[in-house]
């Protein structure tokens, strides 16, 4: 199925696909995988911050936090246009990244621009993902704001949905 829900699915797994091999640091300084999550960030199992994504974000600074988002992308989908008409459809795609790095050097903006490069990279290849077409444009940024060990950036991108048959010429 050509659905915004199967998009979500099909960009999470093409995410964990890209990134199988690479490491980043988590909190406790250990080279993980990257994780991925679809539209929000896990709550962790005592429920902090009341599950509003808000606090969440604001959150992940907290040491005490047990769950450990870091290193993430984010797969948000958070519109997108649909046509009677039997045009195609389409979503907007945000990936939100956060990495984690406590060095002096401050250095963890550099693994943000390598997952944003390798994203852009994968797309810029093959715009199509099981039946999904990412459009021309790519946009992504960095974060400007200081927020020391954690980095953040985040990409733009908008895929076509396939059109529907209609059901009689009078529809």
């Known amino acids: 199925m050509f ?19 690479d490491r980043f640091l988590n909190k ?12 929000f960030l896990p ?10 994504q808000e606090e969440l974000e604001s959150a992940l600074l907290d040491d005490s936090q047990e769950q450990e988002p870091f290193p993430y992308i984010l797969v948000i989908l958070p519109d997108g246009k649909a046509s009677t008409r039997q045009n195609m459809g389409t979503v907007n795609v945000l990936l939100y990244i956060g990495m984690w790095d406590e060095d002096k050097m401050r250095n963890g903006y550099q693994n943000v621009l390598h997952v944003i490069q390798m994203v852009c990279e ?3 290849k093959n715009s199509v993902v099981d039946g999904f077409h990412c459009k021309e444009t790519i946009e992504w940024e960095t974060s400007l704001m200081d927020e020391h060990p954690a980095y953040f950036g985040a990409i733009g991108m908008e895929f ?10 009078y529809c």
């Open 122 to 124: 994968r797309f810029q």
């Open 28 to 39: 406790k300084g250990d080279l993980v995988k990257l994780n991925v999550y679809k539209q």
């Open 43 to 52: 709550v962790d199992e005592a429920g902090s911050a009341d599950g509003r």
């Open 160 to 169: 076509e949905i396939m059109r529907l048959n209609k059901e009689d010429d």
């Open 3 to 21: 659905t915004p829900f199967f998009l979500q699915d099909v960009l999470a797994q093409e995410l964990e696909g890209i990134f199988e091999k």
